[in-house]
C-alpha cells in the first residue's frame, strides 16, 4: 500500500510518499508524476514516510529525473538508511540529488 500526498506550491511540486513503493503501486506514483509535472520546475520526493522501494518504484524516479533534468530540478528528501543503502548499491546515490 502507498499513499500519495501532493503539495503545490506555484513551480513547485512536492510528493510525500507513505507505506511500499514496489511492484503493485509503482504505476500509481508513475501516474501521479506524469499528470501533475505541467509548469514544475521543481519537484521533491519526501519519503521520510517510505518503508520500501523496488526496482519499480526506483524506475519511476529515474523516469521523474529525466524528465525535470529538462525542466528544472528534482531532490529527495527524508530518505531513511534502509532506502538509502538501496540506492547507494544500485548506484541511484549517484543520479538522484539527495538531501
Known sequence: MLNINKTAEGSKLTIALEGRLDTTTAPDLEKEVKENLDGVTELVFDMKDLEYISSAGLRVLLSAQKVMNKA?????????????EIFEVT???DILSIA
Do not use: A, L
Open 72 to 84: 528544472g530540478k528534482m531532490t529527495v528528501t527524508n530518505v531513511s538508511d534502509s532506502i538509502n
Open 91 to 93: 548506484g541511484f546515490s
